[in-house]
């Protein structure tokens, strides 16, 4: 249908005559026919809406505005659109479907921070109204929206928790934990477990991980004691074991450690980190010989897994404190060997002053040594590449025999070698196995009493081992398991009196300390008071905000929270809004401000603005467009700030200046300030006496303030310039 102009044109022309009497409903007749004859006049149909709002129709002029934004977002106008709708909501806030488009519109238009803003309140709205389903829908697309968004994971782990939805929470929490730890964050990390715990009490994974986070923090006694209360329930938890014998490592608590490292040891004998810490421990107490047995048992199991830097470390400490121990010495002199460490082993010669050493190190190792018991079943290129010489490959390959006569030495195949070897094993094994040959002495009953004799030393040494098992039970607290192993011991010996005297300490402790009581009740309470009592660092100034939301969501921000009892709670985190805006595109907040300035949500304007500014090449036009914001709104002394702070920006222009002395002029006319106002307009008019009106509000306000004006200064030209040639000065705002 062909669109009558004529028509359209004199309506038009009616309802700017109407609106000039202020007859509003005539004005509104007039565009209602505007849109009839043209319904695509979107202009016109956004002017109809603000008529309608303005006689307080909000129903029809929501209408008129939904229409409008419809076709701004239908046709790639995204912060037009935006902008309408944000009016919408200011009319009608009931309606929730608004918050999803805008959260769409935002998303489309590369601002994700406001996106999140209004599913945050979505999400608010959802819970209020208990439409968990929706809660978790949203959350779930704010995550996806924005995955660094810690907050927004807690958030989600928190409401999947309380739902029903246990593991999903948990799954949720541990990435939150993850990407934190990356980050040694762990404050917030013991602010999370405050929150979480309470939803996961007999999640052993998240207690210890409450036990590192506070080893991390410093925070080693309390660690210890979530450990030690964890270990009453899982005493065989090695990882939980593990912890703890670090921990008393860095406590300088050799004698718990060493403890708590023989009992792991009783759990994963093959350990050799347990077994290197062990070792370490009987260093430190000074058990040099407890050290090298350990040490000579093991050290063949430690070249084998390439730990003989390790290794070579503890024999030196050993050789400091056992200088003529000859187990150390040629266990020394085997490691340099391998390693190729000359320097070393000549110098472990020379302090030595042993002659036959030196034969064994430069020649053929005579010995059995470590290079003999390990090596000697390993071809050459298997000793090179751990760090051999040549000369301790070439022995392998053939035998040296020293000659006291100093003969040509004979070099033996390695077949005839490993010959003789097998020969002679064989003949040991048959010497052995036979029975005494006649004539021979009887040593049956000699060997019978050698064979009682090593039974009761592994007795004693049982019953120490059980001693010590005992004693770390009891240092952990842990007095029925030791009472129980003590018990064990006294089966086999009544009277043992260590025994008894153990038994004694056990009760003496217990009735110290009171009955062992449920243990898993006992380490959530021990938890929540360290979490709660323990860090009075890490609360938060519980102040409210003007600004804070009442939609529920406040966990996300690093202010104070409303409880339900009315009191402030400090919030878990600052919210991550701050950083999504760095990464927005500050151009699309710029015009977005501009839209919604345009629309008169100056509030809204002004929030764009201040995000905006972050770009330091519009930080001027920011800081000016606020100003003029809060004059709008009446809010004079904001206005100011804003203005000053314009004229402090790095980038100021000489034009920009000019312009914003003349506004920083309005402004005080306005506040009813004449005196600054006129010192501000002859500013500009130093600069410019043409610029915009500058010389008529000059004018006016001497006259106001009863200033001769016999000088004619204020409008005087200059020969280079009249008000004829001058043009109109138009601000870039």
């Given at each position: 249908?062909?669109?009558?102009?004529?028509?359209?044109?004199?309506?038009?022309?009616?309802?700017?005559?109407?609106?000039?009497?202020?007859?509003?409903?005539?004005?509104?007749?007039d565009?209602?026919?505007?849109?009839?004859?043209?319904?695509r006049d979107?202009?016109?149909?956004?002017?109809?809406?603000?008529?309608?709002?303005?006689?307080n129709?909000?129903?029809?002029?929501?209408?008129?505005?939904?229409?409008v934004?419809?076709?701004?977002?239908?046709?790639?106008?995204?912060l037009?659109?935006?902008?309408?709708?944000?009016?919408?909501q200011?009319?009608?806030?009931?309606?929730?479907?608004?918050?999803?488009?805008?959260?769409?519109l935002?998303?489309?238009?590369?601002?994700?921070g406001?996106?999140?803003?209004?599913l945050?309140?979505?999400?608010g709205?959802?819970?209020k109204?208990?439409?968990v389903?929706?809660?978790?829908?949203?959350?779930?697309k704010?995550r996806?929206?924005?995955?660094?968004?810690?907050?927004?994971?807690?958030?989600?782990?928190?409401?999947?928790?309380n739902?029903?939805?246990?593991?999903?929470?948990?799954?949720?929490?541990?990435?939150?934990?993850?990407?934190?730890?990356?980050?040694?964050?762990y404050?917030?990390?013991?602010?999370?477990?405050?929150?979480?715990l309470?939803?996961?009490?007999?999640?052993?994974?998240?207690?210890?991980?409450?036990?590192?986070?506070?080893?991390?923090?410093?925070?080693?006694?309390?660690?210890?004691?979530?450990?030690?209360?964890?270990?009453?329930?899982h005493?065989?938890?090695t990882?939980?074991?593990?912890?703890?014998?670090?921990?008393?490592?860095?406590?300088?608590d050799?004698?718990?450690?060493?403890?708590?490292?023989l009992?792991?040891?009783?759990?994963?004998?093959?350990?050799?980190?347990?077994?290197?810490?062990?070792?370490?421990?009987?260093?430190?107490?000074e058990n040099y010989?407890?050290?090298l047995?350990?040490l000579?048992?093991?050290?063949?199991?430690?070249?084998k897994?390439?730990?003989?830097?390790r290794?070579?470390?503890?024999?030196?400490?050993?050789?400091?404190?056992?200088?003529?121990?000859?187990?150390?010495?040629?266990?020394?002199?085997?490691?340099?060997?391998?390693?190729g460490?000359?320097?070393?082993?000549?110098d472990?010669?020379?302090n030595?002053?042993?002659?036959?050493q030196?034969?064994?190190?430069?020649?053929?190792?005579?010995?059995?040594t470590?290079?003999?018991?390990?090596?000697?079943?390993?071809?050459?290129?298997?000793?090179?590449?751990?760090?051999?010489?040549?000369?301790?490959?070439?022995?392998?390959?053939?035998?040296?025999?020293?000659?006291?006569?100093?003969a040509?030495?004979?070099?033996?195949?390695?077949?005839?070698?490993?010959?003789?070897?097998?020969?002679?094993?064989?003949?040991?094994?048959?010497?052995?196995?036979?029975a005494p040959?006649?004539?021979?002495?009887?040593?049956?009953d000699?060997?019978?009493?050698d064979?009682?004799l090593?039974?009761?030393?592994?007795?004693?040494?049982?019953?120490?081992?059980?001693?010590?098992?005992?004693?770390?039970y009891?240092?952990?607290g842990?007095?029925?398991?030791?009472?129980?192993?003590?018990?064990?011991?006294?089966?086999?010996?009544p009277?043992?009196?260590?025994v008894?005297?153990?038994l004694?300490?056990?009760?003496t402790?217990?009735?110290a300390?009171?009955?062992?009581?449920?243990?898993?009740?006992?380490?959530?309470?021990?938890?929540?008071?360290?979490?709660?009592?323990?860090?009075?660092?890490?609360?938060?100034?519980?102040?409210?905000?003007?600004?804070?939301?009442a939609d529920?969501?406040?966990?996300?921000?690093?202010?104070?929270?409303?409880?339900?009892?009315?009191?402030?709670?400090?919030?878990?985190?600052?919210?991550?809004?701050?950083?999504?805006?760095?990464?927005?595109?500050?151009?699309?907040?710029?015009?977005?401000?501009?839209?919604?300035?345009?629309?008169g949500?100056?509030?809204d304007?002004?929030?764009?603005?201040?995000?905006?500014?972050?770009?330091?090449?519009?930080?001027?036009?920011?800081?000016?467009l606020?100003?003029?914001?809060?004059?709008?709104?009446?809010d004079?002394?904001?206005?100011?700030e804003?203005?000053?702070?314009?004229?402090?920006g790095?980038?100021?222009?000489?034009?920009?200046?000019?312009?914003?002395?003349?506004?920083?002029?309005?402004?005080?006319?306005?506040?009813e300030?004449?005196?600054?106002a006129l010192?501000?307009?002859q500013?500009?008019?130093?600069?410019?006496?043409?610029?915009?009106d500058?010389?008529?509000?000059?004018?006016?306000?001497?006259?106001?303030?009863?200033?001769?004006?016999?000088?004619?200064?204020?409008k005087?030209?200059?020969?280079?310039?009249?008000?004829?040639?001058?043009?109109d000065?138009?601000?870039?705002?």
């Amino acid at each position: 249908m062909a669109i009558n102009l004529s028509n359209k044109q004199k309506y038009l022309e009616s309802a700017q005559k109407n609106i000039k009497k202020k007859q509003l409903p005539r004005a509104i007749k007039d565009y209602h026919k505007v849109v009839e004859i043209d319904p695509r006049d979107i202009r016109s149909r956004q002017r109809l809406a603000e008529l309608y709002v303005k006689t307080n129709k909000n129903g029809e002029a929501f209408e008129q505005y939904e229409a409008v934004a419809k076709y701004f977002s239908s046709n790639g106008f995204y912060l037009k659109a935006i902008a309408i709708y944000k009016q919408m909501q200011r009319l009608d806030p009931s309606q929730i479907s608004i918050f999803s488009r805008l959260a769409e519109l935002n998303e489309k238009q590369g601002l994700i921070g406001n996106a999140l803003a209004e599913l945050r309140h979505l999400v608010g709205y959802y819970e209020k109204n208990d439409m968990v389903a929706d809660a978790i829908k949203t959350l779930e697309k704010m995550r996806d929206l924005d995955g660094g968004n810690i907050n927004v994971q807690v958030k989600l782990a928190e409401v999947y928790a309380n739902n029903d939805r246990v593991s999903d929470g948990l799954a949720e929490f541990k990435e939150i934990l993850k990407l934190l730890e990356e980050k040694r964050d762990y404050e917030k990390i013991l602010r999370l477990y405050q929150m979480f715990l309470p939803l996961f009490p007999k999640n052993r994974d998240l207690q210890k991980g409450l036990a590192r986070t506070l080893f991390e923090k410093g925070e080693s006694v309390k660690g210890v004691s979530i450990l030690q209360t964890l270990l009453r329930d899982h005493s065989d938890d090695t990882e939980i074991l593990s912890m703890l014998g670090v921990a008393y490592e860095n406590q300088s608590d050799v004698k718990n450690a060493r403890l708590t490292y023989l009992y792991l040891l009783k759990l994963e004998p093959k350990d050799l980190g347990v077994r290197e810490s062990l070792v370490q421990c009987y260093l430190n107490e000074e058990n040099y010989d407890k050290a090298l047995a350990e040490l000579e048992d093991w050290k063949e199991a430690f070249l084998k897994v390439n730990s003989l830097e390790r290794l070579q470390e503890m024999y030196e400490a050993l050789r400091v404190a056992l200088p003529e121990n000859q187990q150390v010495l040629q266990t020394l002199d085997s490691i340099y060997a391998i390693t190729g460490d000359g320097d070393s082993l000549l110098d472990l010669v020379a302090n030595t002053g042993n002659s036959e050493q030196i034969e064994s190190s430069v020649g053929s190792i005579g010995e059995e040594t470590l290079s003999d018991s390990l090596l000697g079943v390993m071809d050459a290129d298997e000793i090179l590449s751990l760090g051999g010489d040549d000369l301790l490959a070439d022995s392998l390959i053939s035998e040296i025999p020293l000659e006291e006569d100093g003969a040509e030495l004979e070099l033996l195949p390695l077949e005839e070698i490993q010959k003789e070897e097998e020969n002679e094993e064989e003949f040991i094994e048959l010497n052995l196995s036979s029975a005494p040959e006649a004539g021979s002495v009887d040593l049956s009953d000699e060997m019978s009493l050698d064979f009682d004799l090593d039974d009761d030393e592994i007795s004693v040494r049982d019953v120490s081992a059980d001693l010590e098992e005992a004693e770390f039970y009891l240092q952990q607290g842990l007095f029925d398991d030791a009472e129980k192993v003590c018990s064990g011991i006294l089966e086999q010996s009544p009277d043992n009196a260590e025994v008894q005297v153990k038994l004694a300490e056990i009760s003496t402790k217990r009735d110290a300390l009171g009955v062992q009581g449920e243990t898993s009740s006992e380490l959530q309470d021990l938890a929540a008071e360290l979490l709660e009592d323990g860090f009075p660092e890490l609360d938060i100034d519980a102040t409210l905000v003007d600004d804070t939301p009442a939609d529920g969501f406040t966990v996300l921000d690093d202010e104070a929270r409303v409880v339900d009892d009315g009191s402030t709670a400090p919030k878990v985190f600052r919210t991550d809004v701050d950083e999504q805006i760095a990464a927005d595109d500050m151009e699309s907040h710029y015009n977005l401000g501009i839209a919604y300035r345009e629309m008169g949500l100056l509030d809204d304007a002004v929030v764009e603005f201040s995000k905006a500014e972050r770009d330091p090449s519009r930080f001027v036009d920011c800081q000016t467009l606020k100003g003029l914001c809060c004059v709008d709104k009446g809010d004079f002394e904001k206005g100011e700030e804003s203005f000053r702070a314009a004229l402090e920006g790095e980038s100021l222009a000489e034009g920009q200046k000019m312009s914003l002395y003349y506004e920083l002029g309005a402004l005080y006319e306005n506040w009813e300030r004449p005196l600054d106002a006129l010192d501000s307009f002859q500013f500009v008019a130093d600069s410019d006496l043409f610029f915009r009106d500058v010389a008529d509000r000059i004018d006016s306000l001497r006259k106001a303030l009863g200033m001769s004006d016999d000088s004619e200064t204020s409008k005087k030209d200059t020969p280079e310039t009249t008000p004829e040639e001058s043009k109109d000065r138009v601000s870039y705002l």
